[in-house]
């Protein structure tokens, strides 16, 4: 069993006089900062002031929630931890750019995610600490927890600890961002990158979107209403999932029918079987291999056409045009 950690094996003050710069203000950059501001750390963001010509809303919003905010060389150059929030396929070209040069003994480098520093995007020298925060929770959850006095789960890693004092550094952001009050585990930065890769393509994106999706074309394509399809396959997805949240799948399974249950034995193994295990175990191999990681990092080097295309086609599916109609229905007016 993993140990999880809480505030009694966490202390903030490994962050004293310490000044942290956050790389990116987007969704994860936003929520980490306030939090870790909120916590009394010095925190300073590094951002681009313009993107491809234009005001960088990020470099905006950073300004206007009161952060010393300035540009992604001197935010590297000023900080003692310096913690990537960037997108991944941003994180290796700054980071070659503009943080690299500043990367010196007794500083430390953070992220909330392995994949760079797995598929050799950053190579970090070796005198310095490297460590992830990473939270389990989308940023909104995340800041919504803390402000409630209270904080979403999370994990760390240490990768490099010439300092010694790594760990210490890696709870103490933990727990200023709130996640020790929930709970935090150690893992490697495989298992971190390995596992949430896996997790997003084969069940909670990829795997989720698809299933749905297809519940859907079936009923359509059967001659059921789409609005009902959408209800059955979509939106009722949530309430099943919040149940599931709230007590495990023993919960769900007392409170749905005992038709629904008995659905869920008889059919839902002919549907998620052994030939799906097979396919799920090659895509957690191309995970590990960084087959996929060279694919993604290849496709965001083009432009991301695929990326665009595939996002197009989505948004013209029927399950979006129904979905659009469906939760217009619930707007407050």
């Known amino acids: 069993m993993v140990k999880i950690l809480h505030d009694s094996d966490a202390d903030i003050s490994a962050l004293n006089g310490k000044t942290i710069a956050i790389i990116g203000y987007g969704n994860q950059g936003s929520a980490q900062a306030l939090c870790l501001r ?21 470099w905006e919003k950073a300004v206007s929630d009161g952060f010393k905010t300035m540009s992604i060389s001197e935010a590297a150059k000023s900080a003692d931890i310096i913690h990537i929030l960037l997108p991944d396929e ?7 750019k503009e943080i690299r040069k500043y990367m010196k003994p007794g500083k430390v480098l953070s992220c909330s995610h392995g994949f760079n520093i797995i598929f050799k995007g950053i190579v970090p020298p070796a005198d310095v600490d490297v460590i992830m925060v990473a939270p389990k929770s989308p940023a909104t959850e995340e800041r919504k927890a ?3 006095g209270f904080g979403v789960p999370g994990l760390f890693a240490v990768r490099q600890n010439p300092s010694g004092k790594a760990k210490e ?28 890769l896996f997790g997003e393509q084969t069940v909670l994106c990829g795997g989720l979107v698809e299933l749905m999706k ?21 939106h009722e997805m949530k309430l099943i999932v919040d ?11 007392a409170i749905i029918s005992n038709t629904a249950e008995w659905g869920e034995y008889e059919i839902g193994p002919k549907i998620i079987n052994a030939a799906t295990k097979v396919r799920m175990k090659k895509a957690l191999k191309d995970v590990e291999t ?44």
């Not at 083009?302 to 979006?320: Q, S």
């Open 38 to 58: 909120d916590s009394g750390i010095n925190v300073i963001i590094g951002e681009t002031e313009t993107l491809n010509g234009n005001p960088n809303r990020s």
């Open 90 to 96: 941003f994180h290796g070209p700054v980071y070659k």
């Open 146 to 148: 803390f402000l409630a």
């Open 169 to 196: 550094i890696a709870l103490g952001m933990a727990k200023a961002m709130g996640f020790t009050r929930a709970g935090v585990l150690e893992c490697t930065f495989e298992q971190e990158t390995y596992e949430d």
């Open 214 to 234: 297809t519940g859907f074309e079936v009923l359509t394509e059967a001659g059921y209403p789409p609005e009902m399809a959408y209800f059955e396959c979509v």
């Open 243 to 253: 149940l599931i949240y709230e007590g495990g799948i023993q919960k769900m399974n």
């Open 290 to 333: 960084g087959k996929f990681a060279r694919k993604w990092l290849k496709e965001s080097k083009n432009g991301a056409p695929n990326l665009h295309a595939k996002r197009k086609a989505l948004g013209e599916h029927p399950v979006e045009v129904v979905g659009k109609q469906i939760r217009e229905m619930f707007e407050h007016k």
